[in-house]
């Protein structure tokens, strides 16, 4: 799957340039959308670290050739090893395939390494198995980011992935309440499928194309105005920023959780709490600035 592209994947993705350069190879990942366990098990909800269009230029970036995103659906789900490994033959003209070391394809995973490994002296290419990577917590998995997410450790989460969580959406309005108590926020419609981490309160570094700013972000249901609301919204206080963002992409990278969502007894409250919100988010991006010059 290559869901977040993190630095297991990296390293497959590294191993695999490096065999491949000396013979003169073009590098090719493939990967699927949806996900098998949408196909197979009917798991709903915001399962996705990474989209296609998101998976794809984050493997580009890596700098391989090429990306493949293949529909995942109940005829690939059926399809054997051998007849998937034949077709990869076929048309990509495979002369090696790179895969970690608990790596399977093919209908039920029969395709497991020793069966992978006959099937290339058969068809004649080469199968390069690449070490997995291990912290504190073991081996690197996309399951195990999710989980980080979920429980609002994005911090760690960056550490496995090798660069900040993001997630992106489109500012749309809202109900101007933040604009009233001095503290206008941008809306975010998040894609459906794309897992948003915990309910709570977070400093992010928001994007719009090749500009930056510092960001306190609130991810909930809004307790102090919405009551036992349970729709989870998304909204970004862009730290110095003057200007209209409605309608265009935003993109906020998760630096450090701050705090939990909390359902204050007045506004005032609230807005004292939103101060110290956003000078401890400006205090983290001025400690970063410190560290990194």
Not at 88 to 100: P, Q
Not at 139 to 162: H, K, T
Not at 242 to 261: A, H
Request: proline content about 5%.
């Amino acid at each position: 799957m290559f869901d977040g592209v993190h630095l297991g994947h990296q390293a497959i993705i590294q191993r695999m340039l490096e065999v491949s350069r000396p013979r003169h190879l073009s590098t090719l990942v493939i990967t699927f959308h949806p996900h098998p366990a949408v196909v197979l098990r009917g798991k709903t909800g915001t399962i996705y670290l990474t989209l296609p269009e998101e998976r794809v230029q984050l493997l580009g970036e890596l700098g391989v050739d090429g990306v493949f995103v293949l529909p995942f659906d109940q005829d690939m789900a059926a399809t054997s090893a051998r007849d998937f490994v034949a077709r990869l033959k076929k048309h990509l003209r495979m002369k090696m395939l790179c895969v970690g070391p608990d790596f399977a394809l093919g209908r039920g995973r029969e395709g497991n390494l020793p069966v992978l490994r006959q099937l290339g002296a058969e068809m004649a290419f080469d199968v390069q198995v690449i070490d997995s990577i291990r912290f504190s917590e073991g081996v690197i998995s996309s399951s195990q980011i999710r989980a980080l997410l979920e429980a609002g450790n994005v911090s760690r989460a960056a550490a496995l992935l090798g660069r900040p969580y993001r997630l992106s959406g489109e500012v749309i309005p809202g109900d101007q309440r933040g604009r009233t108590i001095g503290f206008p926020t941008a809306n975010l419609r998040i894609p459906e499928g794309k897992l948003v981490p915990a309910n709570g309160v977070y400093a992010c570094r928001a994007r719009l194309g090749e500009a930056a700013w510092a960001a306190a972000i609130n991810i909930g249901v809004r307790p102090t105005f919405d009551g036992q609301g349970n729709a989870v919204h998304v909204e970004a206080y862009l730290l110095d920023f003057k200007g209209n963002l409605y309608g265009q992409e935003l993109m906020l990278e998760f630096i450090e959780y701050l705090r939990g969502e909390v359902r204050f007894p007045s506004i005032q409250a609230l807005v004292e709490q939103i101060r110290l919100d956003v000078e401890s988010t400006r205090r983290i991006f001025e400690n970063q600035a410190e560290r990194s010059g």
